[in-house]
């Protein structure tokens, strides 16, 4: 039987995939009683509110339940979430929106700007890691953007701590085109051919090393392109084989779902969701959303962030924060994780040994540990240097 490919193969092959064991999956319907914290169910998405959930995430048992529920919707349920209201307030939205544009026309006068994954070239305005670009513009916009308690909640529901925050702006005009559907990081950006020389069961890890998210910088009605999606399409084990083929490629596109999603709003999905942007046919919408890839503190991100330089750059403003009890604890950690490395590998064994026999100090321990104690940006500086020299081969 074709469908044997799903259980018995040790590696996945585009022509075994099977459109009818794929069918099968997509037809499910979302249980709501699966997630007991969700406000709505619109297409199968469940919708949280999350003006109603934020003082829970200050509660560990609380924000450990609200995880484990958002992990299993996206490891066997719909995929995919969404949160209403991620940012409560959105001044701070509007001021690094005005800072991406900024960096947008910039970049446009230096080089014509930046390129798109499976879409036409020119069809977005694309700024790459916008995550440091944020902070060396303007790292007190940058704070107050990633204190944020529902992104560092989702974050950490599917990949753990000390994850790596990445992030690209992408920002659609009216008339942009749609993006063709497609699997994300790790495999769904390799070629077909060397996608099919890895083994099955790194297909089946694959999607657990990143988690996809957006914000919304604007309003995001359906005719402007908002992401079209495929709830349950990740649970197909040979997606990453099979997302090429023509016939499932048509199938996405018969089946797709788009939400719209409002300025403050926050998608998070499985990276092994059937996925595109839409087509921004709107007259006078310009989608811009931040695309958040976040990578496991075990996997390798896709760009190269400079967070030594981060970390040098936010520190005054988070210290000054801490001091003036201008951002909660929990918010505080959530910018430090954004910014800082959380993981003690790979470093230099010889001058970095094992704290208390397990691990080195990780870069967010320094950067949190100095806050508490109040040290000075010279002196922060000059211990986070000392901890780079020790990590060098």
């Known amino acids: 039987m074709k469908h044997e490919i799903e259980t018995d193969a040790g590696f996945f092959d585009s022509a075994a995939c099977d459109l009818n064991a794929f069918t099968a999956l997509i037809d499910q319907t979302a249980d709501a009683s699966t997630v007991p914290n969700a406000d709505d169910i619109q297409k199968n998405v469940p919708i949280y509110d999350m003006s109603r959930l934020r003082p ?193 490629r048509a199938l996405f596109e018969e089946r797709y779902i788009q939400l719209p999603l409002a300025k403050g709003d926050a998608l998070f999905f499985n990276p092994a969701l059937f996925h595109a942007a839409g087509a921004n046919t709107s007259s006078d919408v310009h989608r811009m959303a931040n695309l958040l890839q976040v990578s496991s503190a075990f996997g390798r991100a896709m760009e190269t962030v400079d967070r030594d330089k981060m970390c ?19 918010a505080l950690e959530a910018a430090i994780a954004a910014t800082a490395e959380g993981y003690s590998f790979p470093t230099n064994l010889d001058r970095d040994p094992p704290k208390d026999g397990l691990a080195p100090e990780t870069q967010q321990a320094l950067f949190s540990r100095s806050i508490v104690k109040g040290l000075s940006a010279k002196e922060f500086v000059e211990n986070l240097d000392k901890m780079r020299a020790k990590q060098l081969a």
């Open 56 to 248: 829970s995430l200050e509660d560990k048992e609380r924000r450990r339940t609200i995880m484990a529920e958002w992990a299993r919707v996206l490891q066997a349920g719909a995929g995919v979430l969404v949160l209403r209201e991620a940012y409560a307030d959105t001044v701070v939205l509007d001021e690094a929106t005005a800072i991406y544009e900024q960096i947008i026309a910039s970049e446009k006068l230096a080089s014509g700007g930046g390129g798109d994954h499976f879409a036409a070239s020119g069809s977005n305005d694309r700024i790459w890691n916008s995550l440091q670009k944020l902070c060396e513009e303007a790292p007190d916009v940058f704070l107050r953007y990633f204190a944020n308690t529902s992104i560092t909640t989702a974050c950490e529901a599917w990949l753990g701590p000390n994850y790596q925050m990445t992030a690209q702006i992408n920002l659609v005009h009216p008339g942009g085109a749609a993006q063709q559907a497609h699997r994300d990081y790790h495999l769904g950006f390799q070629t077909a051919e060397i996608s099919a020389e890895y083994p099955a069961h790194v297909h089946d890890l694959s999607p657990a090393l990143t988690l996809q998210g957006a914000v919304a910088h604007c309003d995001m009605p359906v005719e402007s392109g908002p992401t079209k999606l495929l709830p349950f399409s990740q649970l197909y084990r040979a997606g990453y084989a099979a997302w090429r083929r023509d016939d499932f």
């Open 312 to 330: 040098k750059l936010l520190y005054p403003h988070a210290l000054a924060a801490h001091q003036n009890s201008t951002l909660g604890v929990l």
